[in-house]
């Protein structure tokens, strides 16, 4: 079954990325759901704006089910560090 990959935050941005890594290599297959869709279903589902809740993950579930998602594919490690040079620039 899918899993879901996140966004990182400030404080681990990386951390998305190397659980979406560690889950693949243990045969999970994980997928990016556009955080604006899934915005939009649940207000159109139960007329909320707000992005927290108790139902975000039956409404994650359900956008994924209907193929509202892209599968993630795991950069090459020069993609990586091309990626990590690029972040510490822009600091």
Same mark, same amino acid.
Request: overall charge positive.
């Given at each position: 079954s899918p899993v879901l990959k996140g966004e990182g935050s400030?404080?681990? +941005?990386?951390? +998305?990325?190397n659980i979406a890594n560690w889950l693949i290599e243990r045969g999970s297959?994980?997928?990016?759901? $556009?955080?604006?869709?899934?915005?939009?279903?649940?207000? $159109?589902?139960d007329n909320s704006p707000s992005k927290r809740g108790p139902k975000d993950a039956i409404i994650i579930s359900d956008?994924?089910?209907?193929?509202?998602?892209?599968? %993630?594919?795991?950069?090459?490690?020069? %993609?990586?560090?091309?990626?990590v040079l690029v972040k510490n620039r822009e600091h």
């Open positions: 400030r404080e681990a +941005p990386d951390l +998305p990325d297959d994980v997928v990016l759901v $556009n955080p604006m869709t899934t915005k939009r279903y649940k207000e $159109n589902r956008v994924i089910s209907r193929g509202y998602y892209t599968t %993630f594919r795991p950069s090459d490690e020069i %993609f990586r560090r091309f990626q």
